[in-house]
């Protein structure tokens, strides 16, 4: 799905004017405002929910914008940009003094990515040019996922207008989200790169370009980061994890208590006995992910009591599924 000028055009107009507009990118919408406005800044805040000192990720049209964000990149972050960008990858800089508090979270590092989504890099395109002309400056666009702050992440447009409804004046339409689940974070600020949220890009990838696997940090010296709090991405029905092994008996067990559940799982549901719903899942990390939240925000409406996941199988290249799910469940059935 492709918007057309008249819809780049309202939203650049809106952008500029200190509005907000939803934008799909490839990992999940985003909703968007001038980066360099505050007071467009706080208007995230006011709409999703979001916590203050929580901070942002900056979207930017191209590599050459870092350097007006960023006031220290040190090579390797430059040879994390030329292999992954444009696509799924933020990295934590050192912001350049100027980046207004509202989207570092007060902290002295800035998140940056270059998304990798035609509409929302034509979007960037055209803002920056907008933006160019009035004040000469490179734009960016500060986009958290857009739904309501903690609950699941929308992957298409309809999920944004249920999240957020008349709260966001325009919402993009691009299609569903290639991804589906939000970029891997890397902090780039403190000397070794070291990953502060997994996501597609998974340690592996990042492996071929650092020389060794990435650590996976959450100590609390590490900057606060988008999706970092211990209940995020939930549903409003309770969700509960379980093993493959143990799946059927809690099945039946939750059925005889007169409880109706719907399980997520990557397994074929069993001819008898069946829960009030199933969610058959891809058994590959990265087509589970791409379906993950859909499959979250389907249950949720279901009419269950209880939402079951089978548990994941054990890997780096689950880490990223299993960090999400890990959220959701501490937050899950939080109205």
């Keep these: 799905m492709t918007p057309s000028d008249v819809d780049y055009q309202r939203a650049v107009d809106l952008l500029v004017a200190g509005e907000l507009v939803a934008i799909p990118t490839e990992t999940v919408y985003g ?7 505050p007071a467009a800044v706080a208007k995230i805040f006011a709409a999703k929910g979001r916590p203050a000192d929580h901070p942002l990720i900056v979207h930017l049209a191209g590599h050459d914008a870092v350097d007006h964000w960023a006031e220290q ?96 004046p325009l919402i993009l339409d691009g299609g569903p989200c290639k991804v589906g689940i939000e970029s891997t974070i890397i902090d780039c600020s403190r000397g070794e790169p070291v990953v502060l949220r997994p996501g597609h890009i998974s340690p592996l990838h990042l492996e071929a370009v650092l ?18 709090l211990e209940a995020h991405y939930a549903p409003t029905t309770p969700l509960r994890m379980v093993a493959g092994e143990r799946l059927l008996d809690f099945i039946n067990a939750q059925r005889h208590r007169g409880g109706k559940c719907g399980v997520i799982s990557a397994n074929q549901p069993p001819q008898a006995g069946m829960p009030h719903a199933w969610r058959l899942m891809p ?37 990223a599924v299993a960090d999400r799910l890990r959220r959701a469940v501490a937050g899950a059935g939080q109205a």
């Design 211 to 228: 020389g060794r696997l990435p650590e996976i940090e959450t100590a609390a010296g590490a900057p606060r980061v988008s999706g970092s």
């Design 31 to 37: 909703l968007g405002a001038d980066a360099a406005n």
């Design 73 to 168: 990149v040190p090579p390797v972050a430059w040879e994390l940009m030329e292999t992954f960008w444009p696509g799924p990858l933020t990295l934590i800089l050192k912001k350049q003094a100027w980046v207004p508090d509202a989207v570092t979270g007060g902290q002295d590092t800035v998140g940056l990515r270059v998304p990798g989504h035609p509409v929302a890099l034509e979007l960037l395109r055209r803002f920056a040019r907008a933006k160019g002309e009035s004040d000469g400056k490179p734009a960016g666009i500060a986009a958290p996922s857009a739904n309501r702050f903690g609950r699941i992440s929308p992957t298409t447009a309809d999920h944004v207008a249920e999240e957020l409804g008349e709260r966001v």
């Design 283 to 319: 058994a590959d990390p990265v087509g589970y992910a791409h379906d993950l939240y859909a499959a979250l925000r389907d249950m949720d409406h279901a009419g269950v009591d209880l939402i079951v996941v089978e548990a994941l199988p054990l890997g780096a290249d689950w880490a």
